[in-house]
């Protein structure tokens, strides 16, 4: 079993970066793949990134409204994978989670397809 820790949300202007981590503890992180999640006030939580086990070329998911501006890469040395965020905009805001799932054969897009789940951290993006 995987225990996932979020950290890095906070304030930030439009048009401003940040960088979440996702650290993982208590499990095999290199066999799970990794997706963040975001959940604006009074909204669905949603997909915003997803990355595999097997980092490379077709790896990486992104919903369209975070592609060109999020990144998300793993370092599996460090058990964590991060979420780079730039060009922030308003509808950027919300809690952000990392969630964890040992399948790897599809994207998996909705909630319930992960197993481990984090607390989450706010991400505001204000001016």
């Known amino acids: 079993q995987v225990q996932l820790v979020e950290s890095g949300g906070g304030l930030v202007r439009p048009g401003g970066s940040l960088r979440l981590s996702c650290a993982a503890s208590g499990g095999s992180f290199g066999s799970y793949a990794i997706a963040w999640f975001r959940q604006a006030p009074g909204k669905e939580r949603e997909i915003a990134a997803i990355?595999?086990?097997?980092?490379?070329?077709?790896?990486?998911y992104y919903t369209d409204s975070v592609k060109g501006r999020f990144a998300i890469v793993r370092d599996n040395a460090r058990n964590t994978v991060y979420l780079q965020m730039s060009s922030l905009k308003f509808e950027d805001t919300g809690v952000y989670y990392c969630a964890a799932r040992p399948i790897d054969l599809a994207w998996g897009l909705r909630p319930h397809e992960y197993d481990y789940w984090g607390q989450g951290t706010q991400v505001t993006v204000s001016s």
């Open positions: 990355i595999r086990r097997n980092t490379g070329s077709g790896s990486t």
